[in-house]
Nanobody
Framework: QVQLVESGGGSVQSGGSLRLSCAAS????????MGWFRRAPGKEREEVVR???????RYADSVKGRFTISQDNAKNTLYLQMNSLKPEDTAIYYC??????????????WGQGTQVTVSS
């Protein structure tokens, strides 16, 4: 049974930083593609960043240069370092894991989400 558990959300002021963690169990994260998504109030879910099994990454334009994804395969944990946070980053952040399909990642497993709130 694959499980993803996020932590590290919270409330910060604009310009602050947070680091989200996603502890994975039930599979070996190094063989999957993984990603962070977010859903802001009244908006569609948005892919924030994806990391493939070859460690290549794809960031949404809105977070490039501010967010960094990383993973510790020994701990089966995925991280999202978020710097220079803006009020528009306020959302529930979800960790996801999936399998490669050609150049895409089919996300099959989702965490429960963690709230990030950025105040101006």
């Amino acid at each position: 049974q694959v499980q993803l558990v996020e932590s590290g959300g919270g409330s910060v002021q604009s310009g602050g930083s947070l680091r989200l963690s996603c502890a994975a169990s039930g599979y070996t994260s190094s063989s999957y593609c993984m990603g962070w998504f977010r859903r802001a109030p009244g908006k569609e879910r948005e892919e924030v960043v994806r990391i493939d099994s070859d460690s290549s990454t794809r960031y949404a334009d809105s977070v490039k240069g501010r967010f960094t994804i990383s993973q510790d395969n020994a701990k089966n944990t995925l991280y999202l370092q978020m710097n220079s946070l803006k009020p528009e980053d306020t959302a529930i952040y979800y960790c996801a894991a999936g399998v490669h399909y050609f150049s895409s990642c089919i996300f099959r497993y989702w965490g429960q989400g963690t709230q990030v709130t950025v105040s101006s």
